[in-house]
């Protein structure tokens, strides 16, 4: 079971707007920043969004992350097929020590 | 560019120890702290600890103590993973994964190594 909780699945059609929550505690979401990482089919995770909000060199302005209190949000705008994928959040836990992921969203792009 | 290559798929018998390896190309190895993710068949992501590129220290997650050991060679930009006594359940593919700092996001990952243990 996992520290943070994602919803098992999501989906839309193309052009859509997607969003994929994610669940924590005062001692990772509520204090931490959150990280998504995006896993597409057979391939490593990949950096999405970092500090709750903030998108790396090369991600798309359609995607977009958020957080308020203990949870946090990815939306995904103009849905592409080449998201369907399976996303992750991530926070650092002050009570436990460690990095804590939720348990993973596959995105199906009907 | 930041590259992270990790080392071939393993196949090892159950009791066996199997190392797998990262090494780190386009940037400075010292500068960055590696942690190391499990994913387990068709199962999300598990953090199972770091390794200080700079002293060397190692730091497990719960879970990931006793038989798993991290180690670096700075020399050549190389973290390693060491799994001994495998067990079936240890089946997975394994990640490296960099960080500016153990609290950091990782910005780049490995692209996984699969570890299959079989009889």
């Known amino acids: 079971q996992s520290v943070l909780t994602q919803p098992p699945s999501a989906s839309g059609t193309p052009g859509q707007t997607v969003t994929i929550s994610c669940s924590g505690s005062?001692?990772?979401?509520?204090?931490?920043?959150v990280n998504w990482y995006q896993q597409l089919p057979g391939a490593a995770p990949k950096l999405l969004i970092h500090s709750n909000n903030q998108r790396p060199s090369g991600v798309p302005d359609r995607i977009s992350g958020s957080k308020s209190g203990t949870s946090a949000s990815l939306a995904i705008t103009g849905l592409q097929s080449e998201d369907e994928a399976d996303y992750y959040c991530?926070?650092?836990?002050?009570?436990?020590?460690?990095?804590?992921f939720g348990g993973g969203t596959k995105l199906t792009v009907l | 560019q930041v590259q992270l290559v990790q080392s071939a798929s393993e196949l090892k018998k159950p009791g066996a120890s199997v190392k797998v390896s990262c090494k780190a190309y386009?940037?400075?190895?010292?500068?960055?702290?590696m942690s190391w993710v499990r994913q387990a068949p068709g199962q999300g992501l598990e953090w199972m600890g770091w390794i200080n590129t700079n002293t060397g220290n190692p730091t497990y997650a719960q879970g990931f103590t006793g038989r798993f050991v991290f180690s670096l060679d700075t020399s050549v930009g190389t973290a390693y993973l060491q799994i001994s006594s495998l067990k079936r359940e240890d089946s997975a593919i394994f990640y490296c994964?960099?960080?500016?700092?153990?609290?950091?996001?990782?910005?780049?990952w490995g692209q996984g190594s699969q570890v299959t243990v079989s009889s």
């Open positions: 386009g940037y400075t190895f010292t500068t960055y702290a």
């Open positions: 991530a926070a650092w836990d002050d009570s436990l020590n460690n990095w804590v």
């Open positions: 994964a960099r960080g500016i700092w153990v609290g950091g996001p990782f910005d780049y």
């Open positions: 005062g001692s990772s979401v509520g204090t931490k920043n």
